[in-house]
């Protein structure tokens, strides 16, 4: 549809423009901040005379940290973690949001079920009673631990259940008549149809699974089976003791650096896995945030 540029339209347009860009600016100079304080060397970090820009440019944050075999052990558990963690995740909130999904007269029990999963969403059992059940299944120290505790997410559920919900009935009959079975009509009819939503809930389980550290802490004994935000998140506070052991070298470097340029390396090498998968799904992640949030 074209609009009849008037001078209020131009107007408009300028505004909506500038107030956007505002915006953007308002996420990317943080990250841009960020960045440069972990490329500036201990006095400019301390002092903080770091705005958007290195102040004595130096690399010691990240070599520091990408030296260490590990900092690789721990992306390498992450990237574990992310994989297997979403790959769970999707699979039981799409066996569970298509039969949910159905109207009463195809589901016969589908209130209860539902209310049985929402209550779950305001009433947990608390900390020590899921350590406990995580312990008692032999999970701890595994891999495990960090993925079966939170493997449906409801939220996530919720949110593919009403997208379901808002594809024609007619699709789902039309299979049932060619003599297609449920299982049939989910992979080859509602997910396929369904991509914005998949996109929006993964991007969900993906940044959930990445920035997770606490559960590792709590779960996991070894340090060498510690996710990344883990490993990160222990990093700075045993700077300290791991400084006794250097080489000359290493403790050359260390004078270059500080407990805030560490901090922000850590932060900005945590964040960019996430901000390089984002625009790849951006485009169905707008959509999936409106289609089917309407329909009940």
């Given at each position: 549809m074209l609009h009849k540029q008037t001078i209020s339209r131009k107007i408009f347009?300028?505004?909506?423009?500038?107030?956007?860009?505002?915006?953007?600016?308002?996420?990317?100079?943080?990250?841009?901040?960020?960045?440069?304080?972990?490329?500036?060397?201990?006095?400019?970090?301390?002092?903080?005379?770091?705005?958007?820009?290195?102040?004595?440019?130096?690399?010691?944050?990240?070599?520091?940290?990408?030296?260490?075999?590990?900092?690789?052990?721990?992306?390498?558990?992450s990237i574990e973690r992310v994989v297997l963690g979403t790959a769970v995740n999707m699979l039981l909130v799409f066996i569970s949001a298509y039969p949910l999904s159905k109207s009463?007269?195809?589901?016969?029990?589908?209130?209860?079920y539902v209310w049985f999963f929402a209550i779950t969403m305001f009433f947990g059992g608390g900390?020590?009673?899921?350590?406990?059940?995580?312990?008692?299944?032999?999970?701890?120290?595994?891999?495990?631990?960090?993925i079966l505790p939170g493997a449906l997410n409801v939220w996530n559920m919720v949110l593919m259940l009403n997208f379901f919900r808002s594809i024609p009935r007619e699709l789902d009959e039309a299979a049932t008549i060619d003599g297609a079975g449920h299982l049939r009509v989910l992979w080859q009819i509602y997910l396929p149809v369904s991509l914005p939503s998949i996109a929006t809930i993964g991007l969900f389980t993906i940044v959930g699974h990445w920035n997770a550290w606490f559960d590792g802490i709590l779960y996991l004994n070894s340090p060498e089976k510690y996710p990344l935000q883990t490993y990160l998140s222990t990093l700075i506070m045993s700077i300290n003791a791991q400084m006794s052991s250097m080489s000359i070298e290493q403790l050359e470097m260390m004078?270059?650096?500080?407990?805030?340029?560490?901090?922000?390396?850590?932060?900005?090498?945590?964040?960019?896995?996430?901000?390089?998968?984002?625009?790849f799904l951006q485009k169905y992640f707008v959509k999936g945030m409106t289609v089917g949030s309407v329909k009940e």
């Open positions: 347009v300028v505004c909506n423009t500038l107030l956007l860009t505002f915006i953007t600016l308002l996420g990317i100079i943080p990250f841009v901040h960020l960045l440069a304080i972990s490329l500036s060397t201990n006095t400019a970090a301390m002092a903080g005379e770091v705005k958007l820009w290195p102040v004595g440019f130096t690399w010691d944050s990240y070599a520091y940290l990408g030296e260490k075999v590990e900092f690789f052990r721990s992306f390498w558990v009463n007269d195809q589901f016969k029990f589908r209130t209860p900390l020590i009673p899921t350590y406990i059940v995580v312990k008692e299944t032999g999970l701890i120290n595994s891999i495990w631990a960090l004078e270059n650096l500080s407990e805030k340029s560490l901090k922000t390396a850590q932060i900005f090498m945590g964040a960019l896995p996430i901000m390089l998968v984002y625009p």
